[in-house]
T-cell receptor, first 112, second 111 residues
């Protein structure tokens, strides 16, 4: 158990819908990262927050957005969902951006 | 970030040492070598990282060549639970430190 929690574990929805994935970092960790893992693209970095502020962006689509709240939990919002958005979404946290990352168990999103 | 090259798959007998190689010939001076692994579809797990010197922790040892162009992750006494995909990642520790995952090495530990 890494100490990072993600909800929900599974999510099934339809194309065009909007969903929110939630992540609670390890106690005391200020940095939160979001990754997407699909069969054809592998594990890809999406976005990072540090103490509430966006720190880095990766290959995140404009339909996707994220934020980190004052209590340090983070949410990833995915809208106008397409079939290709079906993937595992992982959240990770670290004490600081230069420390190792601890990953949550992931949310499996299925878009039908 | 520098690119890494790993063999797609490896096998190792249970109880033996598993040596996983990684090539990172374009690594720059401020880039660290990180190793993570992913067991089935679980979240990736941090194993170890290093800059120049060899490192050891309770999970594994990391041997980095003097020119830093390659490294080897050593699991000293592999168990069936070590079956996983192992990722070697080179990352600049300054700034955001986003991890760029390649295809990794699928390590299978055989009984």
């Amino acid at each position: 158990d890494s100490g990072v929690t993600q909800t929900p574990k599974h999510l099934i929805t339809a194309t065009g819908q909007r969903v929110t994935l939630r992540c609670s970092p390890r106690s005391g960790d200020l940095s939160v990262y979001w990754y997407q893992q699909s069969l054809d693209q592998g594990l890809q970095f999406l976005i990072q927050y540090y103490n509430g502020e966006e720190r880095a962006k990766g290959n995140i689509l404009e339909r996707f957005s994220a934020q980190q709240f004052p209590d340090l939990h983070s949410e990833l919002n995915l809208s106008s969902l397409e079939l290709g958005d079906s993937a595992l979404y992982f959240c990770a946290s670290s004490a600081r951006p230069d420390r190792e990352q601890f990953f949550g168990p992931g949310t499996r999103l299925t878009v039908l | 970030d520098a690119k890494t090259t790993q063999p797609p798959s490896m096998d190792c007998a249970e109880g033996r040492a598993a040596n996983l190689p990684c090539n990172h010939s374009t690594i720059s001076g401020n880039e660290y070598v990180y190793w993570y692994r992913q067991i089935h579809s679980q979240g990736p797990q941090y194993i170890i990282h290093g800059l120049k010197n060899n490192e050891t922790n309770e999970m594994a040892s990391l041997i980095i060549t003097e020119d830093r162009k390659s490294s080897t992750l050593i699991l000293p006494h592999a168990t069936l639970r070590d079956t996983a995909v192992y990722y070697c990642i080179v990352s600049d520790i300054q700034g955001a430190q986003k991890l760029v995952f390649g295809q990794g090495t699928r390590l299978t530990i055989n009984p």
